[in-house]
């Protein structure tokens, strides 16, 4: 009787541990890609609406951030360096706030870098040690509207696939040149 009390006890446990891991058959599939595109619009338009204003007190209310249906968070901000620097652009990515693969990571911000049409910028990506993903880069002020007025692709499942393979493939080099983040919060809230 202790002897199925306790298969029962493991089974159940490992059952637990499975359900709080991501679940990335979602994350890497086409729909999700086409989700993210058309959040990720949205999230484009309002960043740079408040470019240089600093981080808004509740992005996913001003539109700077959206969750997908894979518990993906994306979080978009602009800062702006200086007149002729341009903008740094910040997109963070976090499962459910936490961690997540680096696989996974490298993926989403390579698929990224390609709707967004600056796969050829100098990009940064990094990882902090709560496990979010920052993926940084600069628009140069000379090409900043440009870059504001281009939209981001609407995908359809073809375009979708496409995006998968490639993504899949360009991660890699980001994984390659992954860098840390020491992010220290304050005790007991700001």
Not at 69 to 94: F, M, N, P, R, W
Not at 158 to 166: D, F, M, P, V
Request: charged letters at 25%; hydrophobic letters at 45%.
């Amino acid at each position: 009787m202790l002897k199925w009390l306790l298969i029962g006890l493991v089974v159940f446990l490992i059952y637990r541990l499975a359900q709080k891991r991501p679940r990335y058959d979602r994350l890497f599939s086409p729909d999700h890609l086409m989700e993210i595109s058309r959040g990720l619009g949205r999230a484009k338009e309002a960043a740079l609406a408040g470019a240089g204003k600093g981080p808004p007190a509740d992005p996913f209310a001003e539109g700077n951030a959206f969750i997908t249906s894979a518990d993906i968070a994306v979080a978009y901000t602009v800062a702006k360096a200086d007149e002729k620097d341009g903008h740094e652009h910040h997109i963070s990515l976090s499962y459910r706030g936490g961690a997540f693969a680096r696989a996974a990571g490298g993926f989403l911000a390579a698929a990224i870098l390609r709707l967004l049409g600056v796969e050829d910028k100098p990009s940064m990506l990094a990882v902090s040690n709560s496990g979010v993903y920052h993926l940084i880069f600069k628009i140069p002020a000379a090409e900043e509207s440009r870059f504001a007025a281009k939209p981001v692709p609407a995908l359809d499942e073809e375009a979708a696939r496409a995006l998968l393979g490639t993504a899949m493939d360009e991660r890699g080099p980001l994984l390659a040149r992954l860098g840390k983040l020491d992010v220290k919060l304050p005790k007991g809230g700001a």
